[in-house]
């Protein structure tokens, strides 16, 4: 299974930016997927994450502003990110909770995308 986000940019801060995470491959399903964010030189957190049955849980730091969703059939994850602010400047990262059919079940990343908002 591979993860492959996209959507990253340079924006202003008040502005809008929706990031995609799509997860390809054979045989699998997609249980937890979500969206991480890292600074350099601090640890990756929590953004928001969605459940296959559309739970979901946001960071304070975000709620109000940003909306994740998904779309089963693609097996993909987005993240609407609307009044951006400079702090959330970071790399953003999407994951997905992987259950094979087989029944094995791991935990895959993306490659993570840049986000820069200027004030």
């Known amino acids: 299974v591979q993860l492959q986000a996209s959507g990253g940019g340079l924006v202003q801060a008040g502005g809008f930016l929706r990031l995609s995470c799509a997860a390809s491959?054979?045989?699998?399903?997609?249980?937890?997927m979500g969206w991480y964010r890292q600074v350099s030189g601090k640890q990756r957190e929590l953004v928001a994450r969605i459940t296959s049955s559309g739970s979901i849980n946001y960071a304070d730091s975000v709620k109000g502003r940003f909306a994740i969703s998904r779309d089963n059939a693609k097996n993909t994850v987005y993240l609407q990110m609307n009044s951006l602010k400079p702090e959330d400047t970071a790399v953003y990262y999407c994951?997905?909770?992987?259950?094979?059919?087989?029944?094995?079940?791991?935990?895959?990343w993306g490659q993570g995308t840049q986000v820069t908002v200027s004030s």
């Open positions: 491959g054979n045989s699998f399903s997609v249980n937890i």
């Open positions: 994951n997905g909770d992987i259950t094979y059919y087989g029944g094995s079940r791991a935990l895959y």
